[in-house]
Every structure is written in C-alpha cells, then in structure tokens.
C-alpha cells in the first residue's frame, strides 16, 4: 500500500544554493556504501529470509497464532544477524477473523462463485439471498438514489489496469475501502467488488475495508475476475439473483508488536534511519511478496550494516511493522512512540519482490548532495533517479506525515497485482537476484544516509518559511 505524500514546502525553496542539512557525503562513507552494494549482489539472505518467513511461519493473519510465531521469528532473525538492538513495540488492535465464505448464482440458473470477505467485514448471519445490481464504479454506486437498493446486493465492476507502477491500485481501491459504506447508505443488504487484481486466475483477492464504529457498513467480498466477469455478462442480459454466506467478524482485542532491529549510531544515536516493511499477512497464501519479501529486504540490508567494523554516525532502525494490512496499526503506533523530529528519512519496501526502477524522494527535482550520490552508486543497479512525486509507504507515512523526509526505491509492479491478496502469493513467486538487487539499494540508501550530516530538505524548507527545521 502506498500513500501520496509530496513535500509542499520544499518547492518553496526554489534553486537556492546548497544551505545547512545539505552535507556532501564522504569520500569514505561512499566507499563503504559501495562495499555494501557489491556484497549485496552476491549475498542471497533476502531470498533465505523470505523463505524462512514464508515456511517456518506461513501465513501471518493479524490477531492469528501465526502473527504471535512471526514477532517471534523476527525477534530471533534481527539478534542472530548481529543488531545491536532488538525492541519489541506492543501494538493492540480488533481482532478479525475468517470462518467461511461462499457465494452462488440461484438466478437465471445455478453456479458456485469464487470469493472472499474483505477484511473488517462483518457477516450475513446465515445465507443472503438478493438480487444484484451492478455499477461501473463507486461514483456510480454513491449516484444511486437513496434507498433504491434496498434489499438487494451492489457489484462494483471495476477493473484495475496494469502498470509498472501499480498506479491502477488507487483508481481503482476506493470501490473496496469505502464501497461497504456507500451501499449502507443507499439500502442495499451487501456488496460485491471485482477483485481488485490485473490476473484472470479464479482466485479471488481479499484486501481491507474502512470499518468506522460510527459508520453503518454492509457485509462484503470480492469476486475472482473471471466470475465478475460472468456476473456482469449475466447481468447485461437480465436480472441476476445470488445466495452469500460469510461467516466473518471481530473477536476480541489482540496485541502483537512491531519488533523493531537497531544499529545503534556511534555519534548521534537518537538520530535515526527508517526502513522496513510490515510483517503480516493475509491468510489466504504465504504473503511471500506481501510482505515477506520486503522484510527480507530491509533485514538483510541492515544486516550488511551490522557487520561493518564501524557503526554510521547515526542509528538506523529496520522496522517489521505489524498488522498494516487491517489498518496500519504498526505504522501509527510506531509513529507515536518515536520522535519524529529525530527521524531523519524513511524508505518502505512493500510492492513486491520485483527490481527497483527508480529512485524517487520527497525533495523531487531539487535533489541534494546525499541524494545524488545515492543515484550515482545506484545507477549501476539500473536505478535512475526521477525527481517526480515520490510516494512514501503505508506504515512511514505516520512519520512522513509529521515532517519526515522519505525516499521511494519504486519496485516494478507490472505483475505483482497478478498475485496480491490472493492464495497465489507464494515463494514460487520471488526471484533471488531480485531481492538482491533491491537488498543493494536498501543498504546504500540507509548507510549514506545514517552516515552523514544531510536533513534532507528540512534546512530548506525553514530557510523558506523561516521556520525552524
């Protein structure tokens, strides 16, 4: 999940020479990140962490027994590869779970359906039997007269295009997130979404819904692609009735954690360097490319880091933040504990397991010196920088939304909308030399960063307003 977060202020410093916070790396600190990016390309941990994650874990639904064995593993993954700290951050959230689902066509004839609820749904209490109505996108469904859907189901059709940058994601995700409420409102007794996915695999894709106490929702699921696609061939020729059945809801409070792996800065150590990636998943794969994937990543760049002989001048915190995908619990709760004035940048790693195509950050085309000599040891892995809007990630954007500075190593998510959410996201999708080559930019980005004096902008944008940074 990722989250627009452009730095207003920085455009406000127009071309002004370098000021404070705008530090030229070292020439020993760009020695260092150029040994770690060539250790990296011949290390294979990313691969081995995932496929730890992934078999000796599983799947890792919040509020499971797995989400209790995943703190657990990374706990023990971040002391065996030599951090200097391990902090385990409690984070309490609803505990939702998933006891069956099903769905069928009952008019004009008879047909199982593949679905799934969508996370923080609430259940049919028994089998709903309605007709379908179906709406080009959520714009269409909130344009439905109030209560004119009264006892019958919504179907959302909207498709997702594919993209390298998975753009089609926030086109398209808002019929899941908020779709539920917007039926409520209109009278309707549940909603259907197309899978929000680019594949015509029969396997549907879950994913969360906005679930306010305040706010009256539906019960809701996703169609796989293919039965969307029939539904709405049906529906094109007359009316189409169906029987839902989910068994789905809250249980209780649950606490987890976000576990948190420290390199302790030798000068500045309340300073800090934010990567990471969230730790659980869904239930229905291995969640090997969301998120396994992006904690192998980050975990094995930090610990390239850790085995340095010499510390960066400044910590950095490899963060497993926990349940992002049933509300960025981890993200907020890390947000709230850590100061975010001590934050010095973030970087997320959670589209995938595919390579890196662009260095992007929240200086956009005003880029410093550290930044470019980010680009500079990057360029060989086939990373140029862009300076167009950068997108921070789901669980830093708590950071990034108090004043931290973010950097976006964009992953290629041409076919990771392939498998996202669905029971197909398993290790079979993860390519090694992948992993490596990301692990490669993780570790140059977190090093010269930590390991410098640059802020990244925040010099600037109080030489701008006047402001202290």
């Not at 950050?361 to 980010?374: E, L």
């Amino acid at each position: 999940m990722r989250l627009n977060a452009a730095f207003a202020l920085l455009a406000l410093a127009g071309t002004s020479p370098l000021i404070a916070g705008d530090a030229t790396p070292s020439t020993a600190s760009v020695a260092t990140a150029t040994q770690l990016r060539d250790q990296a390309l011949v290390s294979n941990r990313a691969y081995e962490l995932t496929a730890s994650l992934t078999t000796d874990v599983g799947q890792r639904m919040a509020g499971s027994e797995a989400d209790r064995r995943a703190v657990q593993w990374a706990k023990a993954k971040f002391e065996a590869l030599g951090y200097d700290r391990v902090i385990l951050q409690p984070v309490s959230y609803p505990r939702w779970v998933r006891r069956h689902e099903s769905v069928a066509i009952t008019a004009p004839y008879n047909m199982p359906m593949q679905l799934t609820a969508l996370g923080r749904s609430h259940g049919t209490d028994g089998d709903l039997n309605a007709e379908v109505v179906r709406f080009e996108d959520i714009e269409a469904l909130k344009a439905a007269a109030d209560g004119s859907l009264a006892g019958k189901i919504a179907f959302i059709d909207k498709r997702m295009p594919r993209s390298q940058s998975g753009h089609g994601y926030g086109e398209t995700v808002a019929g899941r997130s908020t779709g539920a409420a917007v039926a409520a409102s209109k009278g309707a007794a549940a909603l259907l979404i197309r899978s929000i996915g680019t594949d015509n695999n029969r396997l549907a894709h879950t994913g969360g819904m906005w679930q306010r106490p305040e706010t009256p929702t539906v019960p809701a699921a996703a169609l796989s692609i293919p039965d969307a696609d029939q539904l709405a061939r049906l529906l094109a020729k007359g009316p189409v009735s169906v029987r839902l059945n989910l068994d789905v809801g809250f249980d209780g409070e649950f606490e987890s954690a976000n576990v948190i792996g420290e390199i302790t800065g030798r000068e500045k150590p309340d300073e800090y360097v934010v990567i990471g990636g969230h730790l659980d998943s869904w239930d229905l794969g291995t969640g090997a490319i969301d998120d396994a994937s992006g904690i192998g990543i980050t975990m094995a760049a930090g610990a390239l880091m850790a085995a340095l002989p010499e510390r960066p001048r400044r910590s950095i915190r490899v963060v497993a933040f926990a349940n992002e995908e049933q509300g960025v619990y981890g993200g907020r709760a890390f947000a709230e504990a850590n100061d975010a004035g001590k934050a010095i940048i973030g970087a997320e790693s959670d589209l995938g397991a595919d390579r890196i195509y662009a260095l992007r950050s929240s200086m956009g085309d005003q880029p410093d010196a550290t930044i470019k000599a980010m680009a500079d040891l990057m360029a060989p892995l086939g990373i140029p920088y862009d300076d167009s809007e950068g997108h921070a990630g789901a669980d830093i954007s708590g950071l990034v939304n108090r004043g931290m500075p973010f950097v976006a190593l964009e992953q290629d998510a041409t076919r990771y909308f392939d498998y996202h959410h669905t029971a197909n996201d398993t290790l079979d999708k993860v390519d090694a030399e992948a992993l490596d080559q990301q692990v490669a930019a993780y570790a140059i980005f977190a090093w010269l960063a930590a390991d410098g004096d640059s802020d990244f902008g925040r010099s600037r944008a109080a030489a701008a307003t006047g402001k202290q940074p």
